[in-house]
């Protein structure tokens, strides 16, 4: 099978991971009166889908050791598949939250190997364009996915729409279980080898403005249908996500083609950051004019989802370690999303209206810009430094070789 049709094997995994991580959110009310709870203790199985994603990367990856990377990728389908079946099955809360969290453990194993698999699957002109199409798989599964799934759900109940999203699953494990080749990649790093990326200072800076972005985007986005109520009094959310959604496939796939074509992720990252930072501070003074709020939804949207593709490229770039820093970093995703929102819930709870919930998200974004710049000026001076003392190294040497010169010539 050709590199292309491979990559959209992995894009149509990252689609049924993208249609799980969100769509339980608008599940949450029939789950919580099928099994008799409250819906905020339904919601405690998207913290532990998130949770479980998070970890998955480096513990998961660590233990399957040196097998290959197709191997990874059908194991994280083959619990993926299961986890939701069971979820679709179960009858208790118990149940409830260990499928979950099952099904968080394969999405966050599936992600990084699927990313290093594309990226080994094409020539490296091409590399920023694979990465591009899985990840717009995954936001795929929020513009398509999302309002398909909360539809089945609506005709045919939420244990349906999980039996859709089990077989979106099962098409793909069939796919790269069968067709996906052999994917040259290297080993899988150790546990103490994959968190010891973190000791690299650059490592460390891509996967720290990461957790902040997502702190902001996922973060807000868990709250969007009451911000939307409160700035625009809109009735339902759902063609809104679309526009998000939409957003987010466009900007995931023209990233990909913005890093191939400029070679800069890191100032593309930064670009991106900024203009997701400017988005969500002009999200609360759009209800004025109707429509206009479709603006910065379309915009978040797009950066929001774009900026995963230079962030993965800088970590994958010629770093023996790539594969674990893509783990690592996408674990701060789903942990900055988990984070953003616990922050999100305690701010609404303490007063905060949600028509201004998007300023403080805002200022988060931007202090990853920050924090971009601060990491990026680090290495900057060392490599001034270095310069300058070699200079200085070979002044005094010539000037040594000058002053012997000197002595010895009559």
Not at 21 to 35: F, K
Not at 111 to 122: E, G, M, R, S
Not at 368 to 380: K, N, Q
């Amino acid at each position: 099978m050709g590199g292309t049709r491979a990559v959209a094997l992995l894009a149509l995994g990252s689609f049924a991971m993208g249609t799980d991580a969100y769509a339980m959110a608008g599940l949450l009310p029939g789950i919580g009166a099928d099994l008799h709870v409250s819906v905020s203790l339904a919601g405690q199985s998207v913290t532990a889908f998130t949770l479980c994603y998070a970890l998955a990367a480096p513990l998961c990856s660590a233990a399957l050791g040196r097998r290959g990377t197709r191997t990874v990728l059908v194991t994280a389908l083959v619990v993926f598949v299961l986890a939701n079946a069971g979820t679709a099955l179960t009858g208790s809360y118990a149940g409830l939250l260990g499928t979950r969290a099952l099904a968080g453990a394969g999405a966050g194993l599936f992600t990084p190997a699927a990313a290093t698999a594309a990226v080994a699957l094409v020539p490296p002109e091409r590399r920023g364009r694979a990465l591009g199409l899985v990840l717009g798989g995954m936001s795929a599964g929020t513009v398509l996915g999302v309002p398909l799934g909360l539809l089945v759900a609506a005709h045919s109940g939420w244990r349906t729409a999980l039996w859709l999203i089990t077989a979106l699953g099962a098409v793909a494990l069939l796919g790269v279980a069968t067709a996906l080749p052999a994917v040259r990649a290297a080993a899988a790093p150790s546990l103490r080898a994959r968190l010891g990326a973190l000791a690299r200072p650059r490592v460390a800076a891509v996967v720290t403005v990461t957790f902040t972005q997502t702190v902001a985007s996922l973060g807000l986005y868990t709250y969007l249908e009451p911000v939307l109520r409160r700035t625009a009094d809109v009735g339902s959310a759902v063609p809104y996500l679309w526009v998000w959604g939409i957003g987010g496939v466009c900007g995931s796939l023209l990233a990909g083609t913005l890093v191939d074509r400029t070679g800069k992720p890191a100032l593309l990252a930064v670009a991106l950051l900024g203009t997701l930072g400017g988005a969500l501070a002009l999200l609360p003074w759009t209800g004025t004019v109707p429509g206009l709020v479709l603006l910065p939804l379309l915009v978040w949207g797009a950066v929001g989802w774009a900026f995963v593709v230079p962030q993965q490229h800088r970590l994958l770039a010629g770093q023996a370690d790539g594969a674990a820093a893509v783990g690592l970093n996408s674990s701060a995703t789903y942990l900055g999303g988990a984070v953003g929102s616990a922050l999100g819930g305690l701010a609404l709870a303490h007063g905060l209206d949600a028509r201004w919930l998007p300023l403080p998200a805002a200022g988060v974004a931007l202090a990853g810009v920050l924090l971009h710049l601060t990491a990026a000026r680090g290495p900057a001076r060392r490599t001034a430094r270095a310069r300058h003392g070699a200079e200085d190294r070979t002044g005094a040497a010539g000037a040594t070789a000058a002053d012997a010169l000197e002595r010895n010539t009559p």
